[in-house]
């Protein structure tokens, strides 16, 4: 089975505070993603990642940056956080190419809360 | 308008009720499509793919209309286990990303 683990089921950090979430999976997937899921406006795309190093930006990349130093692990970085960024964070991964690419494995999600 | 749209219920259905979603999507270059299934407070997890014409496994079928740019979801003799947030995905065209429906809230009772 595929797995994919994130650092954190629950977080609690302070406005300004630099948060990492990591995230890890055994698929040797290419594709990396991050969202965020809030009520009313669902899932999210922060930023993806095709390989090894490189990066995309998503729909809502402004307050995030991210990291994938490694095949396996791709990491999002919040800044300084700010209590807009309270949310549901989810990473997945999937193979790269056609159709598989689409078929998208989740970690079991951060709920990050910033006081 | 979102490029995804579903009724997002919910729907309350007895045990052994057949039940229908639709969703619509706006970008006629999309070429594939999901339905993905999350469970109150967890990840979301492929239930099926949505490649031609359609398809189906066992109790759930997925249809796809090209033409009208609507997928459905029939799901027979609803078990308690399906209660769940049904969510339509498709892909974004050429650039790789997918784009999510906001979700269908499903209540199977007994």
């Known amino acids: 089975d595929v797995k994919v683990t994130q650092s954190s089921r629950y977080l609690v950090k302070r406005t300004g505070e630099k948060v990492f979430l990591e995230c890890v999976q055994d698929?040797?997937?290419?594709?990396m993603f991050w969202y965020r899921q809030d009520p009313g406006l669902g899932l999210r795309l922060i930023y993806f990642s095709y390989d090894v190093k490189m990066k995309e930006k998503g729909d809502i990349p402004e307050g995030y940056s991210v990291s994938r130093e490694k095949k396996e692990r791709f990491s999002l970085i919040l800044e300084s956080a700010s209590t807009n960024q309270t949310s549901m964070y989810l990473c997945?991964?999937?193979?790269?190419?056609?159709?598989?690419?689409?078929?998208?494995?989740f970690g079991p999600g951060t709920r990050l809360t910033v006081l | 308008r979102k490029e995804v749209e579903q009724d997002p219920g919910p729907f309350n259905v007895p045990e052994g009720a057949t039940v229908a979603f639709n969703c619509t999507y706006s970008n006629s270059a999309s070429q594939s499509f999901f339905w993905y299934r999350q469970d109150c407070r967890k990840e979301p997890k492929l239930l099926m793919s949505v490649y031609s014409s359609g398809n189906e496994d066992g109790r759930f079928t997925a249809q796809l209309n090209r033409a009208s740019q609507y997928i459905s979801l029939l799901i027979r003799d609803s078990k308690l286990s399906d209660s769940a947030t049904y969510l339509c995905v498709a892909n974004a065209g050429n650039n790789r990303k997918l784009i999510w429906g906001l979700g269908t809230s499903l209540a199977v009772n007994p």
């Open positions: 698929m040797d997937h290419e594709n």
């Open positions: 997945a991964s999937s193979f790269k190419d056609l159709p598989s690419y689409n078929e998208q494995f």
